[in-house]
């Protein structure tokens, strides 16, 4: 929650904002996020307009997580965009307003939902360690990028297993 309280409610007034908070939990997707209790790093203008608070700037944090062809580990960082209108007063003030809209609680306005919209878009849906990425072998698990060259022998046709058992019983 950010305290507008210092803004007023006078168009036009505006407040820059920089302050450390704590990541939430459960924020980003399942394969990579920003872990619980981490810093996020906000950087925000705030300007009261007619309908409310008008919220725009950054946020960064650091991420955590594996890539989704290997499963090695992942660390990286974002920064994102945020612009967000909180309007004032209570839902259903208005005639046709959307039960969607942020709104403004007293002087506070919850950032936790547009911070969890904006890490969410600016996640990649399959992260990677690198950009090229070999993935697992399928047979084995190997990881390709250690070893390039891994190789298999050809797979026996399951209907000529039987006659391979019959061949080996005969050599010995």
């Known amino acids: 929650m950010l305290d507008t309280r ?7 007034s505006q407040r820059t ?6 990541a939430p939990a459960e924020l980003g997707i399942e394969i990579l996020g920003v872990p619980e209790g981490s ?5 925000l ?7 409310g608070v008008l919220v725009t700037g950054t946020a960064s944090a650091d991420l ?7 499963l090695e580990p992942i660390e990286d960082d974002v920064t994102i965009d945020i612009q967000e209108l909180y309007l004032y007063g209570e839902p259903g003030d208005g005639d046709d307003e959307d039960d969607d809209v942020s709104r403004t609680e ?17 996640l990649p849906f399959q992260p990677l360690c690198q950009d090229d990425c ?16 891994h190789r298999h022998d050809e797979p026996v046709d399951p209907r000529w297993a039987t006659l391979g058992q019959l061949a080996a019983t005969d050599e010995d």
């Open 6 to 12: 210092e803004l007023g409610r006078r168009p036009g």
């Open 17 to 22: 904002v920089t302050f450390p908070a704590e």
């Open 39 to 43: 810093q996020i790093d906000f950087d």
């Open 45 to 51: 203008r705030l300007e009261a307009v007619m309908e």
């Open 64 to 70: 955590v997580g594996e890539c989704a062809r290997c």
């Open 106 to 122: 007293g002087d506070l306005v919850d950032l936790e939902p547009v911070l969890r919209d904006a890490v969410v878009l600016a």
């Open 134 to 149: 070999p993935g697992l072998c399928t047979e084995c698990g190997a990881r390709l990028a250690d070893d390039p060259g």
